[in-house]
C-alpha cells in the first residue's frame, strides 16, 4: 500500500523559513516523480512544485520560484520542500503527491497524495 | 499557462441524480485528469478523461472530451459522493488546477 505521510508544518512569521518533509513507503520510491500540492483555505487546490525521480529536474509554480526548493533523498525515501521567504499567501495545507509514472516517466498527475500538512504565515 | 475553468461551481443534487461537471481549457490539451475532494481528507484520483475506465472507480463515473472541452458525469449519485470535484491538466507545466465543482 502506497502510504505518504508528511511532517514539518507550523505557524511562522512572514519572512521566516520552514521545511516541509514526505516519507514514502509501500512503493518504489526512486521510481517516480513526487510533488508538492496545497490548498489555501476556503480556495481550491495549487500545484506548487514537481521533482524528477532521479532528483535532476525541478518545476515550480512561478509564485514560489526562488522561494521554495523541491529535493529528493531516495535512500532515504523522502521528500522535502524548503520553504523560504514564506507568505501570507503562502498558507495552506500542503500534500505530497506521487506521479503515477512507471520508471521514471512523468504523467505530471497525482495518483496517490498524503494526508497533509498544515503551514500557516502570519504575524 | 493552461488555465482551467470549471462549471458550474456548485450544484444542489440529491442521492439518484445525474450530474455533469464541465472543465473548460484555455488552449487545446492532449487530455486532462479528474479528482474528488472530501473535506479534511487527501484528494482521491477519479480518473483521466482519456479513459473509458478506472480500476477501483464505481461505473457511475465518466469522463470524456477533447480539445478545450471535457466532462465528468456522476450517473445515479450516491451519498459518498457528494465532494468537490477538481480537474486538472498533466499536459504542460505550470500543472494547473480548475476551480472545483462542489456537488452539495
Known amino acids: 500500500e502506497v502510504r505518504l505521510v508528511e511532517s514539518g508544518g507550523g505557524l511562522v512569521q512572514p519572512g521566516e523559513s520552514l521545511r516541509l518533509s514526505c516519507a514514502a513507503s509501500?512503493?518504489?520510491?526512486?521510481?517516480?516523480?513526487m510533488n508538492w500540492v496545497r490548498q489555501t483555505p476556503g480556495k481550491g487546490l495549487e500545484w506548487v512544485a514537481s521533482v524528477k525521480s532521479d532528483g535532476s529536474q525541478t518545476y515550480y509554480v512561478d509564485s514560489v520560484k526562488g522561494r521554495f526548493t523541491i529535493s529528493r533523498d531516495n535512500a532515504k525515501n523522502s521528500l522535502f520542500l524548503q520553504m523560504t521567504s514564506l507568505r501570507g499567501e503562502d498558507t495552506a495545507v500542503y500534500y505530497c503527491?506521487?506521479?503515477?509514472?512507471?520508471?521514471?516517466?512523468?504523467?505530471?498527475?497525482?495518483?496517490?497524495w498524503g494526508q497533509g500538512v498544515l503551514v500557516t504565515v502570519s504575524s | 499557462d493552461i488555465q482551467l475553468t470549471q462549471s458550474p461551481s456548485s450544484v444542489s443534487a440529491s442521492v439518484g441524480d445525474t450530474v455533469t461537471l464541465t472543465c473548460r481549457a484555455s488552449q487545446d490539451i492532449i487530455w486532462l485528469v479528474w479528482y474528488q475532494h472530501k473535506p479534511g481528507r487527501a484528494p482521491n484520483f477519479l480518473m483521466s478523461a482519456a479513459a473509458s475506465s478506472q480500476g477501483g472507480v464505481p461505473s457511475r463515473f465518466a469522463a470524456g472530451g477533447s480539445g478545450t472541452e471535457f466532462f465528468l458525469t456522476i450517473s445515479g449519485l450516491q451519498a459518498e459522493d457528494f465532494a468537490t470535484y477538481y480537474c486538472?491538466?498533466?499536459?504542460?507545466?505550470?500543472?494547473?488546477f480548475g476551480g472545483g465543482t462542489k456537488v452539495e
Open positions: 509501500g512503493f518504489t520510491f526512486s521510481d517516480h516523480w
Open positions: 503527491a506521487r506521479d503515477p509514472g512507471p520508471g521514471g516517466i512523468g504523467w505530471y498527475y497525482f495518483d496517490s
Open positions: 486538472q491538466q498533466p499536459n504542460w507545466f505550470p500543472l494547473t
